[in-house]
């Protein structure tokens, strides 16, 4: 059974510093990795998906890795800001139901808080 | 982009009830859709996942007699709660995907808090 772990699950940082979240998988046989930001009593929005063939992704101030080998993630966020406060949550693609659809399993999260 | 929206956003109701939830897609037709339940400081789980016209497919341990859900239309899945309890109090997130089983794509909704008295 597949099972995600992030760390830490809570962090406080002050706005301008460069910060990493991390994410662990037990079975690295994923199809790909996401990562989401969830705001408090909201969805969820999609940051980067990385698919397993894939080392990392970079989008803006973000950059997430993949080692699949190892079962890790990491999430980078430069610069941060008092807007990035948020819950990240990472998310793997394992197996396959009926039908052919693959579902996500998703971490705890990390609440992430950028201090002005 | 792909918007998907929920009704009600918040609701509370007395023990015994039953509560309907609606997940809607906006601007695209939602092969599959997905419910998601996220307790307090807990990952979200996956409850169910259902294809338009066809019967959902429930997670191990999610009770399909109690987590009621139709998928009756393209743009359109309810998840109805009956005879809802305390326990059944949680953030209930839906998302839809465009293609079929593709989870890549989902869209996620902006939940509905449940709070059972």
Known sequence: KQE???????????????????????????????????????????????????????????NASLDKSSGRSTLYIAASQ???????????????????????VFGKGTKLTVNP | GAVVSQHPSWVICKSGTSVKIECRSL???????????????QSLMLMATSNEGSKATYEQGV????????????TLSTLTVT??????????????????????TQYFGPGTRLTVL
């Open chain 2, 83 to 104: 005879s809802a309890h305390p326990e059944d109090s949680s953030f209930y997130i839906c998302s839809a995907s465009p293609l079929a089983g593709v989870t890549d």
């Open chain 2, 63 to 74: 009770e399909k007699d109690k987590f009621l859900i139709n998928h009756a239309s393209l």
């Open chain 1, 4 to 62: 995600v772990t992030q760390i830490p699950a809570a962090l406080s940082v002050p706005e301008g510093e460069n910060l990493v979240l991390n994410c662990s998988f037990t079975d690295s046989a994923i199809y790909n990795l996401q990562w989401f930001r969830q705001d408090p009593g909201k969805g969820l929005t999609s940051l980067l998906l990385i698919q397993s063939s894939q080392r990392e992704q970079t989008s803006g101030r973000l």
């Open chain 1, 82 to 104: 008092p807007g990035d406060s948020a819950t990240y949550l990472c998310a793997v693609r394992a197996g396959r139901l009926q039908g052919g659809s693959e579902k996500l």
């Open chain 2, 27 to 41: 601007d695209f037709q939602a092969t599959t859709m997905f419910w998601y339940r996220q307790f307090p400081k």
